[in-house]
């Protein structure tokens, strides 16, 4: 998997260089967003993104919300699925796009995964019929197409997008970006995210 780095960077990749790229450490921007960090790797196949994901899961713990972005294919099912590796729970993860929503309780005694996929939703409204504030608390809550419906579920959240490269729109390479809002993630390293 390669790192992220900031546009500019004089170490930056040339053409037909092959550096590994390193991650965005945790930076917090603007003074009219305290307590905003974020963090930007590079996955060159889908299982550099299940993998990005199952490190993710070591951070998380009840009353969490990921909101996932990203073109339709762009990697946010197989994106959650390495959540739920990562997290330990029951059943294979599949996008819930029929179903809207699935539960998969732990099997280690940890939090719960509600997958939610608000592909079909309209609106905030339909989100609320689904209840998820009602097991918000207990479990990690991870919302596909979310964006737009599912801020106000909590202040505390972590937004996911998943970038396709332009110059690689068939191929696997991913950019993921990590933004943690609210007081939740204040201190927390996101860091570890990127792998070693």
Partial sequence: MRR???????GAEGPGQHRPRRA??????GPDQPGLVTLSVVADTAEDTRDL??????????????ILSGDLGAGKTTFTQG???????????TSPTFVIARVH????GG?????VDAYRL????????????????????VVEWGTGVAEELAEDRLEVEILRAHADEDGETRT???????????GVDLGPVAGA
């Fill in 53 to 66: 994901a199952v490190r993710l899961a070591t951070l998380l713990r009840s009353g969490d919300l990921l």
């Fill in 24 to 29: 965005a450490r945790g930076r917090r921007r």
């Fill in 122 to 141: 309209g609106d905030r409204l339909e989100l609320d019929d689904l209840d998820l504030d009602t097991s918000l608390e207990d479990a990690v809550t």
């Fill in 111 to 115: 939090p719960a995964l509600v997958h």
């Fill in 83 to 93: 959540l739920g590796a990562g997290l330990g729970v029951r059943g294979a993860v």
């Fill in 4 to 10: 992220g780095r900031a546009h500019g960077d004089p």
């Fill in 176 to 186: 993921v970006r990590l933004t943690a809002l609210g007081p939740r993630w204040n």
């Fill in 105 to 108: 309780p732990s099997l280690s």
